[in-house]
C-alpha cells in the first residue's frame, strides 16, 4: 500500500525554522519526483519546492527561495523540507506528493500521484 505521511509541522515564531518530514511506506520514494505543496484558508494549493530524479534538479518558488531546502534520506525513505526564516505568510498546511521520475518536476498539483495526508505551519508570535 502507497502512502506518504508528513510530520514535523507546528507553531513558530516569525524568524524561527521548522522540519517538516514526508515518510513513505509501499515504494521506493527515490524513484520519485517529489514536491511540496501548501494550502492557506481560503487561498488554491501552491506549489513550494520540487526534485526531479530524471535530472537532479530541485526548483523553489519565488516566495521561499533561500529559505527552504529539500533533502533525502534514501536509508529511511523519507524526504525533509526544511524551512528557515520563517514568515507568518508560510502560514498553511503541507503536503508532500509523488510523481513519476520520467515527467519532471511540476507545480501543478494534478499532476501528481499520490498526497499525504498534510502537516498543519502556523508562523505567528
Known amino acids: 500500500q502507497v502512502q506518504l505521511v508528513e510530520s514535523g509541522g507546528g507553531l513558530v515564531q516569525p524568524g524561527g525554522s521548522l522540519r517538516l518530514s514526508c515518510a513513505a511506506s509501499?515504494?521506493?520514494?527515490?524513484?520519485?519526483?517529489i514536491g511540496w505543496f501548501r494550502q492557506a484558508p481560503g487561498k488554491e494549493r501552491e506549489g513550494v519546492s520540487c526534485?526531479?530524479?530524471?535530472?537532479?534538479?530541485?526548483v523553489y518558488a519565488d516566495s521561499v527561495k533561500g529559505r527552504f531546502t529539500i533533502t533525502r534520506d534514501n536509508a529511511k525513505n523519507t524526504v525533509y523540507l526544511q524551512m528557515n526564516s520563517l514568515k507568518p505568510e508560510d502560514t498553511a498546511v503541507y503536503y508532500c506528493?509523488?510523481?513519476?521520475?520520467?515527467?519532471?518536476?511540476?507545480?501543478?498539483?494534478?499532476?501528481?500521484?499520490?498526497w499525504g495526508q498534510g502537516t498543519q505551519v502556523t508562523v505567528s508570535s
Open positions: 509501499g515504494f521506493t520514494l527515490d524513484l520519485y519526483n
Open positions: 506528493a509523488i510523481r513519476s521520475r520520467f515527467r519532471g518536476c511540476s507545480f501543478t498539483a494534478s499532476g501528481y500521484e499520490y
Open positions: 526534485e526531479s530524479r530524471r535530472d537532479g534538479s530541485t
